[in-house]
Structures are given as structure tokens and as C-alpha cells.
């Protein structure tokens, strides 16, 4: 069964508005931690945002917010006032606690293109 | 401070080659995974090493063999390879294994291309 999942093979969002990128994942574990990574056409991995399982409040960096949501197994990646550099891969990825050996695990991941 | 660096950065070879990548991590960095990133898709984890010792194995057949050497470097190894082998490889490091060891930082990857 898949552990990560996104939904959104491609999204699109008009330049300066707020788009959201779907995420639901799946643990037996208590303690995991969940990130989201960008990914240009460049192929770099870029680390974009981190929330820990037990953290009560949602994680934010910049014009990045994770919208997690523990009951629905859901962490939602939200950019705020979208800039054309935004184009590109997005994945949800999860470390899995003891039991998963803590290892990192991606979603499939979500293109987004940013329209001028 | 030198980021993940990974050798080669491009190669080609043909079916039934054998290939070996190689990874240094980040200076202080004990942990070293492996992903396979197949064009279009999401990494694919195929090993987790923590201190020179296999913590971690994906779905892989036999012919993808790793290790980790005292000094926290990796190598990723391919043998017989397949046209389905052609992929991206990325080498993701971290301080350390658990939860709350922050995020992994990755290399720019080693594009294999397989004839």
C-alpha cells in the first residue's frame, strides 16, 4: 500500500495567488516526520518545510505553510503569493519512526506551473 | 561548507555493465540514503546505511548492493544492468537516523543511462 500519496499530478495557479498541494500519508508510528521538497527541471532537491508528529502547531517558513491535519493523515503544502520560479516538482515525503527504521519515503509528487 | 557530492555526474552504459556510484556526505553526517528517480516519477528509496551498517533496504532485486565506508562515504553498486535501470540516483545525507534528525540534504545525482 502506498505510504505517501498525492493526488495532483499536475496543478496550475495564476502568478501571486495561493495554491495548495494535497498530501495524505499512512503509519503505525506514533513519532514521524513529514517535509516537503521542490524539485526544478534542474533536478536539485531543495528542502522547502518540516513537521514533526507531535508538533501542535503547523509548521511555516516564508511564503510556506504545511497545513497538517493528524486525524485525516493529511499535510497539506500551501505557497502563498505564487512566483513563476514556484514552476516546478513538488514531493511529499515522510520519515517513518522505529518500526518504519526511519527511513524517507516520496510521494509521487505534484508539477506545478505558475502562470505569468 | 561542501555540500553532498556525488561521482559521476553523467554515464552511460549498456546492458548487462556493472556501475558504481559514489556519495560523500556532509562533513559530521553519519547517515546515507540512496534513491532511484525514475524521469517523471518520485525517488524510489533503495538503502539506508547509519554508521558503516545497513538500516534500511527497498524493493530492489539483489543486483543493487551498497556500503559505507569508516569515513561515512557510500557507494551504490548495479550489477547486469537493465534497460529499466536508466534513472536518476540520488544520495541524500543526514546527522543522524531518527525522527528528529532534520531533513535529508541531497546531491545533485549521478544520471545513469542504460543501452
Known amino acids: 500500500a502506498q505510504k505517501i500519496t498525492q493526488t495532483q499530478p499536475g496543478m496550475f495557479v495564476q502568478e501571486k495567488e495561493a495554491v495548495t498541494l494535497d498530501c495524505t500519508y499512512d503509519t503505525s508510528d506514533q513519532s514521524y516526520g513529514l517535509f516537503w521538497y521542490k524539485q526544478p527541471s534542474s533536478g536539485e532537491m531543495i528542502f522547502l518545510i518540516y513537521q514533526g508528529s507531535y508538533d501542535e502547531q503547523n509548521a511555516t517558513e516564508g511564503r510556506y505553510s504545511l497545513n497538517f491535519q493528524k486525524a485525516r493523515k493529511s499535510a497539506n503544502l500551501v505557497i502563498s503569493a505564487s512566483q513563476l520560479g514556484d514552476s516546478a516538482m513538488y514531493f511529499c515525503?515522510?520519515?517513518?519512526?522505529?518500526?518504519?527504521?526511519?527511513?524517507?519515503?516520496f510521494g509521487a509528487g505534484t508539477r506545478l506551473f505558475v502562470k505569468a | 561548507d561542501a555540500g553532498v557530492t556525488q561521482s559521476p555526474t553523467h554515464l552511460i552504459k549498456t546492458r548487462g555493465q556493472h556501475v558504481t556510484l559514489r556519495c560523500s556526505p556532509i562533513s559530521g553526517h553519519k547517515s546515507v540514503s540512496w534513491y532511484q528517480q525514475v524521469l517523471g516519477q518520485g525517488p524510489q528509496f533503495i538503502f539506508q546505511?547509519?554508521?558503516?551498517?545497513?538500516?534500511g533496504r527497498g524493493n530492489f532485486p539483489d543486483r543493487f548492493s551498497a556500503r559505507q565506508f569508516p569515513n561515512y562515504s557510500s557507494e551504490l553498486n548495479v550489477n547486469a544492468l537493465l534497460l529499466g535501470d536508466s534513472a536518476l540516483y540520488l544520495c541524500?545525507?543526514?546527522?543522524?537516523?531518527?525522527?528528529?534528525?532534520?531533513?535529508?540534504?541531497f546531491g545533485e545525482g549521478s544520471r545513469l543511462t542504460v543501452l
Open positions: 546505511y547509519y554508521e558503516k551498517e545497513e538500516r
Open positions: 515525503a515522510m520519515r517513518e519512526g522505529r518500526a518504519g527504521g526511519f527511513k524517507t519515503i
Open positions: 541524500a545525507s543526514s546527522p543522524g537516523l531518527g525522527v528528529g534528525t532534520g531533513e535529508l540534504f
